[in-house]
């Protein structure tokens, strides 16, 4: 036997088993994102990788360590896109789809890329549910967007989740904050991580998120955005505040909260559940008003966010087993399997679902595997019933069993099993 060829880190299958939970899921992005105006939108899974420094950041982690990159035959740096933003708001610019709509709601549901250290809850390729706003500067979307987040979860049944918000400010007040916070840890800056150091001179921000506890502690004492946010900012985050306390969104102000990505301006905001372990980031956002423009399109304010549908449905019920299989054809013999053909191919022309066994086993083994597919009734087309041109016809459930005239066998079975 040759050796087997093991699957690449970080990455995992989907196996039928484990597609029902997933398709619940699509089945709630499918039912409830329309209600709120959303059509679904696909980008490639490669994208010119410039794509992403100028969107994400040069200077995140994303970009500067995790991006799958490779050179084309013409010589040009292409990337798997590590999230679905970018590629949106390209498409968008590149479609002058703006002009034509105001307010472009999209979503899509798709594979993402990042050479990230695996461990639970981390995939090197990993799927998000995300949705993009495009448009409106109201804080009323946002509260709009976050309340549409929180029905999501709860249509998949996921409650233990908070909602954690804050404002990431914008290129007004984020400047002076950003000074106010290298000039109060710049004192401590021996006693920081190697990748904090770093960091106090490219993106000071992330310091806030370091896991590191040393940090964490040196960061404790640091100035807050809230405390440094315009006139602009702080009544928009007021406002986004409100609106969620008039729906009944429960959240918590975490004025600690920084995104990973360099394109957020104002409200961010992530839904942490409970049960996730270190990745307890279930889904993640925010407002991302600039990027339009940074790509090339006219000033577009946005927001929108995505949720890791890996540690989705591992917070959700198992949807149980699959359902069970209206018909099975048991045949016997060459001249019984070729009815067997036509008579499953015709049920299932009708829209029933039926299996038939291929093999020439025993009637025994072939109503085995009947029972495994949980098959509600099998037809036994055997030497004998071939014989007296009929069908055994046998419910498995009840137990008992009726002879078919072979002439109206399927016209029979497809009638009975129509709901
Ligand atoms: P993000 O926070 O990088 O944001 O990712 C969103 C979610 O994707 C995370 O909260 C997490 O659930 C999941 N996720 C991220 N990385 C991994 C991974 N390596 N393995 C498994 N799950 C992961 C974004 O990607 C933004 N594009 C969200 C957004 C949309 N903001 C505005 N619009």
């Known amino acids: 036997m040759s050796e087997r060829i093991q699957p690449v880190k970080g990455t995992h299958d989907i196996l039928p088993e484990e597609q029902g939970v997933w398709g619940r899921v699509r089945a709630a992005a499918s039912s409830i994102l329309p209600l709120y105006g959303y059509r679904e939108i696909a980008t490639p899974m490669f994208e010119r990788a410039e794509l992403f420094e100028?969107?994400?950041?040069?200077?995140?982690?994303?970009?500067?360590?995790?991006?799958?990159?490779?050179?084309?035959?013409?010589?040009?740096?292409?990337?798997?896109?590590?999230?679905?933003?970018?590629?949106?708001?390209?498409?968008?610019?590149?479609?002058?789809?703006?002009?034509?709509?105001?307010?472009?709601?999209?979503?899509?549901?798709?594979?993402?890329?990042?050479?990230?250290?695996?461990?639970?809850?981390?995939?090197?390729?990993?799927?998000?549910?995300?949705?993009?706003?495009?448009?409106?500067?109201?804080?009323?979307?946002?509260?709009?967007?976050?309340?549409?987040?929180?029905?999501?979860?709860?249509?998949?049944?996921?409650?233990?989740?908070?909602?954690?918000?804050?404002?990431?400010?914008?290129?007004?007040?984020?400047?002076?904050?950003?000074?106010?916070?290298?000039?109060?840890?710049?004192?401590?800056?021996?006693?920081?991580?190697?990748?904090?150091?770093?960091?106090?001179?490219?993106?000071?921000?992330?310091?806030?998120?370091?896991?590191?506890?040393?940090?964490?502690?040196?960061?404790?004492?640091?100035p807050e955005l809230v405390d440094h946010l315009c006139d602009g900012c702080r009544d928009h985050l007021a406002t986004v505040e409100q609106g969620l306390t008039d729906l009944g969104v429960a959240y918590r102000l975490n004025p600690r909260l920084v995104r990973g990505l360099d394109y957020y301006t104002r409200t961010a905001f992530e839904a942490i559940a409970e049960g996730l372990g270190a990745q307890a980031a279930v889904a993640a956002g925010g407002r991302y008003d600039g990027l339009v423009e940074e790509l090339g399109g006219t000033p577009t304010p946005a927001i929108g966010f995505a949720i890791g549908l890996e540690r989705l449905v591992t917070l959700m019920e198992d949807g149980g087993e699959d359902p069970p299989l209206p018909l099975f054809v048991a045949a016997l013999g060459d001249a019984a399997h070729r009815h067997a053909l036509k008579l499953?191919?015709?049920?299932?022309?009708?829209?029933?679902?039926?299996?038939?066994?291929?093999?020439?086993?025993?009637?025994?083994?072939?109503?085995?595997?009947?029972?495994?597919?949980?098959?509600?009734?099998?037809?036994?087309?055997?030497?004998?019933?071939?014989?007296?041109?009929?069908?055994?016809?046998?419910?498995?459930?009840?137990?008992?069993?009726?002879?078919?005239?072979?002439?109206?066998?399927?016209?029979?079975?497809?009638?009975?099993?129509?709901?």
């Open 54 to 222: 100028r969107s994400v950041g040069v200077a995140t982690d994303i970009v500067e360590k995790e991006m799958y990159t490779f050179a084309d035959s013409k010589g040009r740096r292409i990337a798997l896109r590590p999230e679905g933003t970018a590629g949106v708001v390209r498409a968008c610019v590149h479609h002058g789809r703006l002009r034509a709509h105001p307010l472009d709601k999209l979503y899509y549901l798709g594979p993402m890329f990042r050479r990230e250290r695996p461990q639970k809850g981390r995939f090197r390729q990993f799927h998000q549910l995300g949705v993009e706003a495009i448009g409106e500067p109201s804080a009323t979307l946002d509260v709009e967007v976050i309340a549409l987040l929180a029905r999501l979860l709860t249509a998949c049944g996921v409650d233990r989740v908070e909602l954690q918000i804050n404002s990431v400010g914008c290129s007004e007040c984020r400047p002076a904050y950003r000074d106010a916070l290298v000039s109060a840890l710049s004192a401590r800056r021996a006693e920081l991580c190697g990748d904090c150091r770093r960091r106090l001179t490219t993106n000071p921000l992330r310091l806030l998120d370091c896991k590191v506890p040393t940090c964490g502690e040196i960061t404790a004492s640091a």
């Open 344 to 419: 499953v191919e015709a049920v299932r022309g009708a829209g029933v679902a039926v299996e038939m066994d291929h093999s020439d086993r025993s009637l025994k083994a072939q109503l085995k595997r009947a029972d495994r597919l949980k098959a509600r009734r099998a037809v036994i087309l055997g030497e004998e019933e071939l014989a007296a041109g009929e069908a055994t016809v046998r419910d498995l459930l009840a137990h008992s069993q009726a002879r078919y005239p072979l002439a109206d066998l399927a016209a029979r079975l497809i009638e009975e099993e129509r709901p």
